[in-house]
């Protein structure tokens, strides 16, 4: 029957608009495989079979709901529950900082080299991703620890980002929950997926991203030049309203100052609302005109006053005096003028003291001034030691919102902590069914792996700190770990299997794989067309698993109508959805990481979204040239 797969097919059209307009994705996939559950019922079409029916096909639907709560909880539920609290225990204690700080140390031999210190931290960040399996808790910790170092070596702060975020581009290892759940799609052991599948597409396409990020963040390094960068902060001073006094670096001859003397010099100097212009043909000597009363009065105003020159100077004076630049000190109450030589100050101490406490503008005469050399590195230093200071304040600023808990909590982790992340990587290798050294059979699961080393950690945490009440209180961040990845990973990764349901009880794998047929695409091109869904997905969504877990249950069905492995899908669709949460300007990761640095999520898609491509590109050829 037709009309089933182009039902499910407008489902997916509608959630997919339904998501870019930011719909929540767990109540949507919900709601939609319920709602195509139900269609699939009132057209007599195929259901999915239910261990326990109630016996009232209405009842049944939500029957499916709770038989898929009990199923995941029990398998892959559990596991990715696990994980999510080790992950959150391990930071608690510090120990994924230890690991971070450990494996940065390659990066101070490359000072003298910006672009290929940032590049280098992709590798680094990639094995740091394996043993550290959240997106967005990952970028935070390389935000904290990465991002200041970089920007140290004079990496530019959204190169930094761009870098820090690519470390997440796959979604690797057996704690991943990506890799737990396609490991139990595909029907493989969790270390064998990681060893055999994983690894051998893995590094070629980090050689990819490392190449490519080289040369497009240097691309867009070279465009973004500094004068564009100065012109930027001078733009948002304007905006600030802070004062900006043009500055003469060619002085007049003695002849066209004489013609430029009649002209009128109007030199708007703004602080704050007040505004004073100095206009004139030539030095004027005012000392002595106007009452002391009048001044008074002036000051009480809020007038700004300026000093005048008893004695204008030569015209041979004069002229040495234009070759000097007026220098102008920007601030928001002071400003410094370059004057002449010879300076009356009217009122006294007293008085310009009071002017101060009553907010007035105080104009400060610079009696020698600099010479144009002079003044002009003296603007290139004050231009610079502002840039300077506005980086040191936005790495500051990063390493106190991310590390602002650790140091509170006094934390400071032992270099030896470092091996508590990558325990369980370690434990399920060496007990895997790879290596064969003892003379018994140990069967060890990612689970118990977990739990394992989370007792290491806490034994790690009573020798450190001999009190066991503060150790045992850390538990509490495990079971906070392991409630946060249940409502937000294995609620939508139950959402998404019932949303699946829906699509297959519709007839939409099978519709999908009469179109492919006839087309002639095979199993080959209908791995391509489902691994890009999932690119694209991700990217929509901002979520590489709610893309993979919506989709992913599928591929079973597809591969079996085929004849191939399910593990020839499986693979590039695992890898393209945590490549396409990378270039979206919508994924938690980036969000976070771009408001950290004070840029935009979309600047950093503009800088991801080459690379990865590329990336896409050249693992759907590697792949399927060995399919």
């Known amino acids: 029957?037709?009309?089933?797969?182009?039902?499910?097919?407008?489902?997916?059209?509608?959630?997919?608009?339904?998501?870019?307009?930011?719909?929540?994705?767990?109540?949507?996939?919900?709601i939609a495989g319920?709602?195509?559950?139900?269609?699939?019922?009132?057209?007599?079409?195929?259901?999915?079979?239910?261990?326990?029916?109630?016996?009232?096909?209405?009842?049944?639907?939500?029957?499916?709901?709770?038989?898929?709560?009990?199923?995941?909880?029990?398998?892959?539920?559990?596991?990715?529950?696990?994980?999510?609290?080790?992950?959150?225990?391990?930071?608690?204690?510090g120990a994924s900082k230890a690991l971070v700080d450990l494996a940065l140390k390659p990066l101070s031999v490359l000072k003298k080299h910006p672009h290929i210190a940032a590049v280098a931290v992709i590798p680094i960040g990639q094995v740091l991703f394996i043993c550290i399996p959240s997106a967005a808790g990952m970028g935070l910790l390389l935000m904290a620890s990465v991002f200041p170092i970089l920007t140290g070596l004079g990496v530019s702060r959204i190169t930094a980002v761009s870098v820090i975020?690519?470390?997440?581009?796959?979604?690797?290892?057996?704690?991943?929950?990506?890799?737990?759940?396609?490991?139990?799609?595909?029907?493989?052991?969790?270390?064998?997926?990681?060893?055999?599948?994983?690894?051998?597409?893995?590094?070629?396409?980090?050689?990819?991203?490392?190449?490519?990020?080289?040369?497009?963040?240097?691309?867009?390094?070279?465009?973004?030049?500094?004068?564009t960068v100065l012109k930027s902060e001078r733009a948002k001073e304007r905006?600030?309203?802070?004062?900006?006094l043009s500055e003469t670096k060619n002085p007049l001859s003695p002849q066209k100052e004489t013609r430029h003397a009649e002209r009128s010099?109007?030199?708007?100097?703004?602080?704050?609302?007040?505004?004073?212009?100095?206009?004139?043909?030539?030095?004027?000597?005012?000392?002595?005109?106007?009452?002391?009363?009048?001044?008074?009065?002036?000051?009480?105003?809020?007038?700004?006053?300026?000093?005048?020159?008893?004695?204008p100077i030569l015209p041979t004076k004069e002229t040495r005096h234009a070759e000097r630049s007026e220098a102008t000190e920007l601030g928001t109450e002071?400003?410094?003028?370059?004057?002449?030589?010879?300076?009356?100050?009217?009122?006294?101490?007293?008085?310009?003291?009071?002017?101060r406490k009553s907010g007035d503008t105080i104009l400060s005469e610079t009696k020698n001034p600099l010479s144009p050399q002079k003044e002009t590195r003296h603007a290139e230093r004050s231009e610079a030691t502002q840039l300077e200071t506005e980086t040191v304040t936005v790495t500051e600023t990063v390493t106190e919102t991310v590390t602002g808990e650790d140091e509170q909590n006094g934390i400071n982790p032992p270099k030896l902590y470092a091996i508590i992340p990558v325990l369980p990587l370690i434990l399920l290798v060496v007990f895997s069914e790879i290596f064969d050294f003892l003379p018994f059979r140990v069967k060890l699961d990612t689970t118990t792996a977990m739990f394992i080393s989370l007792f290491f950690g806490i034994g790690f945490e009573l020798i450190r700190t001999r009190n066991v009440k503060k150790v045992l209180s850390t538990l509490t961040s495990f079971w906070n770990g392991m409630g946060n990845i249940f409502k937000s990973v294995v609620t939508l990764i139950i959402a998404a299997d019932i949303f699946a349901k829906g699509l297959?009880?519709?007839?939409?794998?099978?519709?999908?794989?009469?179109?492919s047929q006839s087309l002639g695409l095979g199993a080959m091109g209908i791995a391509i067309v489902m691994t890009c869904i999932i690119f694209f997905a991700s990217m929509l969504m901002g979520s590489g698993n709610a893309a993979f877990f919506a989709f992913g249950p599928l591929v079973p069905k597809i591969a079996k109508a085929f004849g191939v492995d399910a593990v020839k899908f499986i693979l590039p669709m695992n890898m393209a959805a945590s490549m396409g949460r990378t270039v979206s300007p919508v994924a938690g990761v980036l969000i976070s990481v771009a408001e950290i640095a004070g840029v935009s999520s979309l600047q950093i898609v503009k800088r991801n979204v080459i690379p990865l491509g590329i990336a896409l590109i050249f693992m759907l050829l590697i792949h399927f040239i060995q399919w």
Not at 1 to 26: E, Q, R, S, T
Not at 239 to 244: N, Q
Not at 276 to 294: H, R
């Open 1 to 30: 029957m037709i009309f089933g797969p182009v039902i499910a097919l407008i489902f997916v059209i509608i959630l997919g608009y339904l998501l870019l307009k930011d719909y929540n994705p767990h109540a949507l996939l919900l």
């Open 34 to 93: 319920l709602l195509m559950l139900g269609i699939a019922m009132l057209m007599k079409m195929p259901m999915p079979q239910l261990l326990d029916p109630s016996g009232l096909k209405g009842f049944d639907l939500f029957v499916l709901i709770r038989e898929s709560f009990s199923g995941t909880n029990a398998n892959v539920g559990l596991m990715i529950m696990v994980i999510g609290g080790f992950v959150s225990y391990i930071d608690k204690i």
């Open 165 to 227: 975020t690519a470390c997440t581009a796959f979604g690797l290892g057996p704690a991943s929950a990506m890799t737990a759940a396609a490991t139990h799609l595909a029907g493989l052991d969790a270390v064998v997926y990681f060893l055999n599948f994983q690894i051998p597409i893995a590094w070629p396409l980090s050689i990819v991203l490392i190449v490519s990020y080289y040369f497009v963040n240097r691309y867009f390094d070279r465009r973004t030049e500094t004068g």
């Open 239 to 244: 905006e600030s309203g802070d004062t900006i």
């Open 265 to 311: 010099e109007a030199t708007q100097l703004e602080t704050g609302t007040e505004t004073v212009t100095v206009t004139g043909t030539e030095t004027e000597s005012e000392t002595g005109t106007g009452s002391k009363s009048e001044r008074e009065k002036e000051r009480k105003s809020g007038d700004t006053i300026l000093s005048e020159t008893k004695n």
């Open 334 to 355: 002071t400003v410094t003028v370059t004057g002449t030589e010879s300076e009356t100050v009217t009122g006294s101490k007293n008085e310009r003291a009071k002017e």
């Open 504 to 515: 297959i009880a519709l007839g939409f794998i099978d519709g999908l794989v009469n179109l």
